[in-house]
């Protein structure tokens, strides 16, 4: 793909800029379907022929995730250098939000139950936009006031669907 594809930064008009933001989140959002499609598909298969503990085959489906978002990111024509800091960016802050959802559990007795599941997943919806600040076609400030808004709006269907604060 030509750098001018999908830049952000070469847009002028105020109308085609929200625009592209929209889009850009209307795609993740069908990018993070696909991957939590891909998910349970990997878990069903690997559950029909191999008898595996649970946390095994949802490392075994992280990893297998992590790979197709490589190999998609190799697809919108990212260097193989660019891909490999990008996914291993995504690990990290999925790490982090692993750690967060575990200390606010074990601290605060935040009880998730099937929230903390959207919290993991929540970040995907964050995988395009990313994508597309590691390859220089959106600024950085658009991507931290789209990953904030993103995951304010994570948690918060968290705590009001699922979670419920008590001791």
């Known amino acids: 793909m030509k750098n001018e594809t999908l830049?952000?930064?070469?847009?002028?008009?105020?109308?085609?800029?929200?625009?592209?933001?929209?889009?850009?989140n209307i795609s993740s959002m069908f990018f993070t379907i696909i991957i939590i499609w891909l998910y349970f598909f990997i878990g069903d298969n690997i559950l029909y022929y191999f008898k595996l503990d649970s946390t095994i085959e949802?490392?075994?489906n992280i990893i297998i995730i992590i790979i197709c978002i490589f190999i998609f990111m190799l697809f919108l024509g990212l260097t193989l250098l660019k891909s490999f800091i990008g996914v291993l960016g995504y690990i990290i802050v999925l790490l982090i939000l692993w750690l967060s959802i575990w200390l606010l559990d074990k601290?605060?007795?935040i009880d998730f139950?099937?929230?903390?599941?959207?919290?993991?997943?929540?970040?995907?919806?964050m995988i395009l936009p990313y994508i597309l600040l590691i390859s220089c076609r959106i600024n950085f400030t658009l991507f931290i006031w789209n990953f904030i808004i993103i995951n304010i709006l994570t948690f918060g269907?968290?705590?009001l669907g699922y979670g419920g604060f008590g001791k």
């Open 7 to 24: 830049n952000y930064n070469l847009l002028n008009s105020k109308t085609d800029k929200f625009l592209y933001i929209i889009l850009m």
């Open 58 to 60: 949802a490392y075994i």
């Open 107 to 109: 601290y605060f007795n």
């Open 113 to 125: 139950q099937f929230g903390a599941f959207l919290i993991l997943f929540g970040f995907l919806v």
């Open 157 to 159: 269907i968290n705590i």
